[in-house]
């Protein structure tokens, strides 16, 4: 399993960025169970355009276009070894409707 960090920018223009950041490391564990990687030599690369995948699937909350509320919504979450998302949590906050919005597209993406 991977950690992944991202980083989605919400804004009235409805545009995205985002990056992927982890780091590798080993618990020193007796039992043959997958290790998490903090660090790796290679992130994982989706067979899509992940910034094409937000672009398209983000809706700017209402309320947040209505009352100018922008900013980075940062999810922290576990790429799994079959390439599906678990674990996300969000590290960065923006507002309740920005981040319930981020949440739900992260956790909806292909493996």
């Not at 991202?6 to 290790?35: H, M, R």
């Amino acid at each position: 399993m991977r950690n992944i960090i991202l980083v989605v920018a919400l804004s009235a223009a409805n545009t995205c960025w985002c990056t992927t950041a982890g780091a590798q490391g080993t618990s020193p564990t007796a039992a043959p169970a997958p290790s998490v990687f903090n660090y790796v030599e290679q992130m994982p690369q989706p067979p899509y355009d992940l910034g094409k995948y937000l672009s398209e699937n983000i809706q700017y909350p209402e309320n947040a276009r209505e009352n100018n509320i922008e900013g980075r919504v940062i999810i922290r979450f576990v790429v799994n070894e079959d390439g599906h998302i678990s674990d996300c949590a969000i590290v960065k906050s923006v507002s309740g409707d920005c981040d319930t919005e981020a949440l739900r597209v992260i956790k909806n993406m292909p493996a």
